[in-house]
């Protein structure tokens, strides 16, 4: 199901280009549910990335604080253990350090 009762389900990546999604018709028309899809969360690549680098470059905006893990690659599996229990907000994970 898209979500229990009413509610909109936004869909953020897929497992592969062209991948196709299923749901059901009734779920929609009867249960007043919504689909969405969100690349960037909105925001436009070519004209907005740059803006926000300069302005995390500026300390402007703040992203620091909000990676509380770093591991390396290895144990990367440490990384989704910790998202899984909630005991991190974003886990930086390190090719070779």
């Known amino acids: 199901t898209l979500t229990q009762g009413w509610g909109k389900t936004i869909v953020v990546g897929v497992d592969k280009p062209g991948a196709r999604l299923s749901l059901s018709s ?32 500026d ?3 703040q992203l620091d604080e909000f990676v509380t893990h770093e591991v390396e690659f290895k144990d990367i ?18 090719m070779e350090k």
């Open 59 to 61: 300390k402007e905006l």
């Open 26 to 57: 009734s779920e929609v028309l009867h249960d007043g549910k919504s689909l969405m899809g969100s690349v960037y969360g909105g925001l436009k690549p070519k004209s907005h990335v740059p803006v926000l680098l300069k302005r995390y470059m």
């Open 77 to 94: 599996n440490k990384a989704f253990d910790l998202l899984n229990k909630g005991q991190c907000l974003r886990c930086v994970i390190w």
